[in-house]
Structures are given as C-alpha cells and as structure tokens.
C-alpha cells in the first residue's frame, strides 16, 4: 500500500489557516499525518486543540536520518476523544535546530520531550526543564542517534563511577 | 428481640464463638488439598510439557549420533547471538558433519526462537530447570553437555 | 541577627527510594516537605534503562519480539499483542480468527494478573497483608495456564508475527474455564476484605484525585482515566484482534480518586472474565498462523498502534526501511506518562498518602525505564 494524500474537513480547514506552512497531508494504511515545517507545529498543535478537539498528545518522539541535511524528524501523535481519530504531526530538523517546546500546549509533553533530548539531543525551546531523564546527567552521548553504535557507551562515566576500565 | 440480641451477644463472647470461627478458617487449610508447599529438591515439582529449560541437543536413541546437520539456522535466529556451530565437510559422503556447539545459557532469555528454526528438531528446550553454576564458565554449555543434559546435585532424605 | 540555622527552614527534603519497598522497584522520588505536607516531587527513573528501542534497531522483526516481554514484565503477554500487531498492520498480514481469539483469551488473562498483582502490592502498601496473599494464590493459576500454553510463566513470547507458534493444548479450554468458575467468587472475597474496609476507605477516599480534564492533559490513560469518569476504552474505541465480537462494560468512577481507580480494576477483572468466556463459547477452529513471509521485510513505511495495556494505552511507532531490521521502534509505555502526574496528585497531601498514590498509578519501573 503506498501513501495516499489525505483531504477531508479537517485539512481543508488547516490548509486555510496555515497554508504553505503545512508541507503534505498524507495518509499511510489508514493512518493520517501531516508535514508542517518546524516553527508552525506549536501554533498548528494549539489550533488542534482548541479547535478541533484533538485534546491529548499521545506521544512525542523522533527519528534520525543521518544522510539528509534536515537530520531529524519529530513526531508529535494526537488524539481526539471527541472524533474518536488519531493523527501525527512531523516535521524535519536539522541537527542544532531548537524546535519549540509544546508543554504550555499540553502538561504531558514535558517528560516525553525529555526523553527525546535525552535520546536524540534535540533540545526544546522554553521548556522548562530540559535534562536527561532516563540516563545519568553526567552522560555524554544520545543513544538513540544512527551514529551511535548499540556497544558504544560513556567510558568516562563508567570509568569514574564504576570504577572499572571498560563498561563491555 | 432486642434483649435476645444481647443474651446472644454475650453467650457469643463467653463461648469465644468467633474466636473458634477464626479458627476454624485457619484450621480448615490444613486440608491436604490446600497445601501449597513443595518439597523441593526432595520432590521434584512437576513441570509443563512445554516448559523452555535448559536446552539439549537430541541424538539418535538408537546409534547415539546426533540429529544436528550443523545448518545453523539456529544461531542466526537466536536473538543474543549466543550459539555458536562449527562444522567440517566430511570428504566421503560431501556432508556437514557439526564438530563443536556451544550454547552460553547464561545470556540465554529461553525465548524458544532457536527450538522453532531448528529444521529436524535437534535442539530443544527442555524441562530442566537446574541451570545455576557456580562459575561463569560453567554457564557455557558444549556439545557433551548439551547432548547429556545438566547433573543437578541429588539430594537424598 | 543569628546566622540562619536548619531550624529556620521551613522546608525539608526528603528522599524515598530508589530501594524503598513501596515504590515498586527502583523508582527514586524526591519529596519536599513542609511538615508532613509535600510541597513537591520530583522522579527520579532510569534505573532499569536497558535501551530496548536501540536492541530493536539492532534486532529482525521476530528477533525482538521476546524483548518486549521485558518491559511491562508482570503484563508480557499484552506487550507482545502490541508489537505483533504493529507489525503485522506493517506487513498487511491478516490474522486468522482462531489466532485472535486465542489472543485475546490470553491477553485477558494476563490483564487479570496484573490487575491481581497490583490489588495485592496496592493493599500491602496501606497495611492490608492478606490481600496479597489471596491475590498470588490465584495469580498462580493463571501462570501456570500460561507455562502450559507457552512454556513460560512470565516473559512468555506467547505471539509470534502472524499468529500464534503454540496450538493450545488439550486441556487448555478446561483449565481456563475451571479458572473463571474458580476467580469471580474470588473477587467478591476481595471485595468483602477491602471494598467497605475502614481502613482501606479511609486511606483511599480523595486521596490522589485526578480530575478528567487533568487526565488528558496529563496523557493519562486506562483505569486512572476511566475513575475520572471518562468511558474510553481502546477496546472498544478503535477495537483490535477482534474485540469488536464481545460484549462487555468499561466501568467507571465518578470523581477520580485512589478509591474509584480500585474499584474500576476490580470491575475490569470481572468484564475480563466475562470476555474470556464469550471467546471460549466461540472459539473457532482453523489455523493459527497468517500468510507471513519466512523473511520480514516490510515495506519502507511508518505505523503506530496502540492497545489497551493493563496500564493504559500502549503504543508501537515502528518505521521500517524495507530491511529486515527496524529502523526506528517506539515504544509508548503507558507507566512513563502516568507517572508524570505524580507530581499533581501529591501537592498538598500527607506523605503517607505519596505511597498510596504511587501504587494507584500501578507503575512497573521497567516500562518506565525500557
Ligand atoms: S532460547 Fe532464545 S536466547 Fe536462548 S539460545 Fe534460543 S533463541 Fe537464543
Ligand atoms: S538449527 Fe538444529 S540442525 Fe541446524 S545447527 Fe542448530 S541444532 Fe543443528
């Protein structure tokens, strides 16, 4: 099955209020998303809460793409009790970039853009307490990035907290 | 009524009735049928069919050769990476015939992954459960081992 | 004027955990105190970071599955409906009926037995011991209809992509039969024990309130949601596995506290039964296993499925390159965001009730840490 573009009430309504900022409305096994350059995801998050009732963020995560000039892709799952429909919203960074936060939009965001800067060092802007949230704080690395290999580790940390030379 | 209620009342506590209904709730487990213990190592408990223990390398009942054919597939489905298989080809008869094979059960998470690609059901996991070591190197399992199965300490009472 | 001394401050920090035996593993909470009240609190996780959505990108599709059973370790078989789901949504591999059905017999037993694991932990937190003991007893049983199913009693691998490996053996329709017979009297003794306890009413009644509002602002999902008063369930909502088939409730509470939240386990645990009987009666017969390619290679592309773990919604995002490996695989642990609204729940209360409100959550540490 490959993607399909995806059109109904909704897009039509983002479409007008956003316009060029919303890059695709595409629709993949039956599951909708939409590509929005970086500075219009908070706005576009806030216009689907407050309009169309997409009241809880799933999840927050990203992807890394080492070999495009926009390395990371974030991923925002919405959901709306209301409609009973689940949408995704990506956009495409490059690495450095300092997407907004979204935690004024929605409390929960806060610990799941943590993990997301714990694990891709992608840091959000205006958040309120952007700092590692699953590994040490001392760490140095995101692991979830493609350069990282899955045995690569923080031999510093090791060596200074674990006393022994090699964490392998 | 209400000065039954009372005469009932104080007969129950000079009787110590509840009392004696506690008790009996406690007495009553003493049932055969309730007991839970198992007397492990004496009794060995009874384990399911299914049951994914230590793993074992079957041979033939009858000549003692082993069932392997040194495919393989079993170490590339195991998710840990943990077997290893060695084989030479035997000049004669142009087969594989497996020279070492070691398991390293102390990675293993028994996931029943390397059972299911096993093609003519050599490996196995079995329902031994008696897998502890008291040395890491114990934990590597070679081909003797895997084809006699582990000798738990008997325990005699 | 003095120097100020420790007597002047107002405020006390206090750390619980990361061994503390109330925090259900190694959960680290710092609390700060004013007198018994809590002022704040802050989590410290990671503990039991494992990195499993590193091993997926390292894994093939069948390779991680036993991985997941690793995370929500009391609820294994839930999380291995999760990701096969996902990836056969991926793959477009249709699951035969009886595959389903056995699925969803087993992923209500092992509801059943998270939800027994945290009424019993739950109790044994405010001071009830005997729950515990009632609660593992028959816990047991379900455990050992999964050993025989599977072979395993609690990372299970019960699922494999497409199907089921297993068939069910013989006398698996009896001995989960004999199970629900012998388990909802079950549940009205625990109820007699607990549900117009004193003790229990008084340690629990407005004690964690979490309005509905805050729920979906917080992410929160599944019984936390439900005893806010919100009827959603993904069962019901976006049904999978062929629950669309069976008839049950989705209890609710009113006002969304510790109370309301264990009386809604407690009526999950009966609808359970009750889906586990409906499957039973119709259990079809058939193969077990779908049309799954001996290689899986799904096609370049990206999905996100989620179920109704025992915790609440449990989310897969997998993104695959058209490999044989994930490219990304991201796990939606419903322990994490629930646990992000500690904080709100325990402003202003006791610290005796911090433990309450921890086991109201029914947190397993390594879905929060995966
Ligand atoms: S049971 Fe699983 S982990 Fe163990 S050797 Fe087999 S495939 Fe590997
Ligand atoms: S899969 Fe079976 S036959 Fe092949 S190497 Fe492994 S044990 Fe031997």
Redesign the pocket.
């Known amino acids: 099955m490959a993607v399909t573009p995806w059109e109904d009430e909704l897009t039509r309504q983002l479409q007008e209020k956003f316009g060029e900022q919303i890059l695709e409305f595409s629709s993949y096994l039956g599951q909708n998303f939409l590509v929005a350059r970086p500075e219009a995801v908070i706005p576009i998050l806030e216009y689907l809460k407050a309009e169309a009732q997409f009241d809880y963020l799933v999840d927050v995560t990203a992807v890394d793409y080492p070999e495009r000039p926009e390395r990371f892709e974030l991923v925002y799952i919405l959901y709306s009790f209301e409609r009973n429909q689940r949408i995704r919203i990506k956009t495409r960074i490059p690495e450095g970039f300092r997407p907004a936060t979204a935690v004024p939009v929605y409390p929960t965001a806060n610990w799941l853009e943590r993990e997301v800067f714990d694990m891709f060092g992608i840091e959000f802007q205006g958040h309120p307490d952007m700092r590692r949230i699953l590994l040490p704080e001392d760490w140095t690395g995101h692991p979830l990035r493609k350069d990282v290999s899955i045995l690569d580790m923080d031999q510093r940390w090791v060596r200074q907290h674990l006393g022994i030379e090699s964490g392998q | 009524m209400k000065q039954g209620g009372a005469l009932r009342r104080f007969l129950r506590k000079v009787l110590f009735i509840d009392l004696i209904e506690g008790l009996w709730v406690t007495f009553r487990y003493q049932q055969p049928k309730y007991i839970y213990t198992e007397q492990y190592p004496a009794e060995r408990p009874k384990i399911a069919e299914r049951y994914r223990g230590a793993p074992r390398?079957n041979t033939n009942p009858e000549t003692g050769e082993?069932?392997?054919?040194?495919?393989?597939?079993?170490?590339l489905?195991c998710p840990e990476n943990l077997?290893v298989?060695d084989?030479e080809r035997d000049e004669k008869t142009r087969r594989k015939v497996?020279t070492t094979?070691t398991y390293d059960t102390s990675r293993c998470m028994f996931c029943g992954l390397?059972?299911d690609?096993?093609?003519?059901?050599?490996?196995e996991l079995t329902q031994d459960f008696e897998l502890a070591s008291y040395s890491r190197e114990g934990a590597i399992w070679d081909r003797q081992m895997l084809e006699e199965g582990p000798r738990p300490t008997k325990y005699a009472y | 004027m003095p120097d100020s001394t420790f007597l002047d401050a107002t405020e006390l920090v206090l750390n619980m955990g990361p061994q503390h035996p109330s925090t259900h593993g190694v959960l680290r909470v710092i609390l700060k105190l004013d007198g018994e009240k809590v002022i704040g609190t802050e989590c410290v996780i990671g503990y039991l970071h494992r990195g499993i959505e590193k091993i997926a990108e390292n894994r093939t599709y069948a390779q991680f599955a036993p991985y997941v059973d690793r995370m929500d370790y009391v609820a294994a078989v839930s999380n291995g409906l999760g990701y096969c789901l996902a990836v056969e949504k991926l793959l477009g591999v249709e699951v035969p009926p009886r595959a389903q059905a056995v699925r969803v017999i087993l992923t209500e037993l092992n509801r059943i037995a998270s939800h027994l694991i945290w009424l019993g932990t739950h109790a044994l937190d405010v001071g009830a011991i005997t729950p515990l003991f009632y609660c593992m007893r028959e816990r047991e049983e379900i455990l050992n209809i999964f050993e025989k199913y599977c072979g395993a009693r609690l990372t299970t691998h019960a699922f494999r992509i497409g199907g089921l490996q297993y068939e069910t053996y013989d006398t698996f329709e009896q001995d989960v039969r004999a199970f629900c017979d012998m388990f909802l009297p079950k549940v009205d003794e625990y109820e007699e024990l607990l549900t117009g306890n004193r003790i229990w009413i008084g340690r629990l009644r407005n004690v964690g309130i979490l309005t509905a509002e805050e729920c979906k602002a917080y992410g929160v999902t599944g019984p936390l949601l439900r005893a806010a008063g919100v009827k959603w369930d993904l069962r019901k909502a976006q049904p999978y596995s062929g629950y669309e088939q069976y008839d049950f409730e989705i209890p609710t509470g009113t006002i969304g506290d510790s109370y309301d939240r264990y009386l809604v386990r407690i009526q999950e645990m009966r609808q359970s039964v009750r889906i586990i009987r409906q499957a039973l009666d119709g259990l079809p017969g058939g193969p077990i296993m779908g049309k799954v390619p001996k290689v899986i290679k799904p096609p370049v592309g990206e999905v996100y499925v989620s179920i109704e773990a025992p915790k609440g919604e449990l989310g897969y995002y997998i993104v695959s390159d058209g490999s044989t490996q994930p490219y990304r695989v991201r796990v939606r642990p419903p322990s994490f965001v629930n646990l992000q609204a500690l904080d709100k729940m325990c402003r202003g209360a006791l610290v005796a009730d911090v433990v309450v409100v921890i086991g109201t959550i029914d947190i397993v540490l390594g879905e929060v840490d995966r």
């Not at chain 2, 082993?66 to 170490?75: D, E, G, K, M, R």
């Not at chain 2, 690609?117 to 490996?123: G, K, N, Q, T």
Request: charged share 10%; glycine share 0%; aromatic share 4%.
């Open positions: 390398l082993t069932l392997c054919i040194a495919c393989n597939l079993c170490a489905a077997i298989v084989s497996l094979f390397c059972e690609a096993c093609p003519v059901d050599a490996l």
